[in-house]
């Protein structure tokens, strides 16, 4: 089946550091990355939906200048927290979707803990 | 309103028990809708899509209500693997984008 290879898996960075979070679609062309953030028992948030080769839409309330995406590639795609601060700490998710194929595969997650 | 709603829970049912959640989504225009599972600190993972006619999978059903906007999973003689988040997940009218809801935790305790 698909995967969704997403690195690091957690990391802990000073405040005021920038961090980059890559996933890779091993399988299969990911034509769209979706980019979440979801905190202790909460759902998961929708950043940002990016297509391959253009720029990413944010949704409503993030900041497109701290959360850099870039989906270079239809295999590549990474998010950078820039300047990160304690309240940044969650866990962020990326989704891959190609759509030949049913459903969205995740990948694994990174938990940022800034410090 | 929310896009997609889900009572948080916990459901706590014994083993064996069968057990039903429900998802409501405002916007009509909904096409494709999905149930995930989340495991804790871990990924979500697919695990049924929704089908006009309904759908069933083994010890898991789910239904699709478009007159009432709503979604449902059914599962049936539950199992201690079976503990977890369910997520609803709602494809945005005419789009490939996504919506969440909050999941609904699931314990089953022996």
Redesign the interface.
């Known amino acids: 089946g698909a995967v969704v290879s997403q690195h690091p898996s957690r990391v802990i960075c000073k405040s005021g550091t920038s961090v980059k979070i890559e996933c890779r679609s091993l399988d299969f062309q990911a034509t769209?990355m979706?980019w979440?953030r979801q905190f202790p028992?909460?759902?998961?948030m929708?950043m940002a939906?990016s297509n391959e080769g253009s720029k990413a839409t944010y949704e409503q309330g993030v900041e497109k200048d701290k959360f850099l995406i870039n989906h270079a590639s239809l295999t590549l795609s990474t998010l950078t927290v820039t300047s990160a601060h304690p309240e940044d700490s969650s866990?962020y998710?990326c989704?891959a979707?190609d759509?030949e194929l049913?459903?969205?595969t995740?990948?694994?997650?990174t938990?940022l803990t800034v410090v | 309103r929310k896009e997609v709603e889900q009572d948080?829970g916990p459901f706590n049912v014994p083993e064996g028990a069968t057990v039903a959640f429900n998802c409501t989504y405002s916007n009509s225009a909904s096409q494709s809708f999905?149930w995930y599972r989340q495991d804790c600190?871990?990924?979500?993972?697919?695990l049924m899509?929704v089908y006009s006619s309904g759908n069933e999978d083994g010890r898991f059903t789910a239904q699709l209500n478009r007159a009432s906007q709503y979604i449902s999973l059914l599962i049936r003689d539950s199992k201690l693997s079976d503990s977890a988040t369910y997520?609803c997940?709602v494809l945005r009218g005419g789009s490939?984008?996504?919506?969440?809801?909050?999941?609904t935790s699931l314990i089953v305790h022996p």
């Not at chain 1, 995740?106 to 997650?109: A, L, P, V």
């Not at chain 2, 600190?41 to 697919?46: D, G, N, S, V, Y």
């Open positions: 769209t979706f979440y028992k909460q759902s998961l929708l939906t866990f998710i989704s979707s759509r049913y459903g969205y995740f990948g694994s997650g938990r | 948080p999905f600190r871990k990924e979500p993972k697919l899509s997520l997940v490939y984008i996504p919506t969440f809801g909050r999941g």
